[in-house]
């Protein structure tokens, strides 16, 4: 079920993300991809940023968001998932996040 969940992001977004065995999303479609996973009914649950260089890639200990205490709190799925996407929204508010890329922790119901 996460790789067919894999297969769709990687699809959905292919000229958005860095090419990696993981995805990592551009600044600029971090909210895009946010709304993508609303329109799916997909949480997110993580965020992880990091700079990219060359050909190296180095974590941004600031720009690390863990969501998950959250689930487990609601047994609403629909308003779970809002209040975990609109966390995420929320991250991303006021932060200068020019030229690093974003992996997100996803979850479906």
């Not at 996973?37 to 720009?63: A, Q, W, Y």
């Not at 995420?88 to 020019?98: C, K, L, T």
Request: hydrophobic content about 40%; some cysteine.
């Amino acid at each position: 079920m996460q790789e067919q969940l894999d297969r769709k992001i990687r699809e959905e977004f292919k000229d958005d993300i860095y090419d990696s065995h993981e995805i990592f999303f551009r600044s600029d479609a971090v909210l895009k991809f946010i709304d993508w996973c609303d329109e799916n009914d997909i949480s997110i649950i993580g965020i992880e940023g990091f700079e990219v260089k060359e050909h190296s890639i180095t974590p941004r200990l600031d720009m690390i968001a863990d969501f998950s205490e959250s689930l487990g709190r609601n047994d609403d799925w629909n308003l779970l998932r809002e209040k975990l996407n609109q966390s995420a929204r929320n991250f991303f508010v006021d932060s200068d996040i020019h030229g690093l890329v974003f992996n997100f922790v996803v979850r479906q119901k």
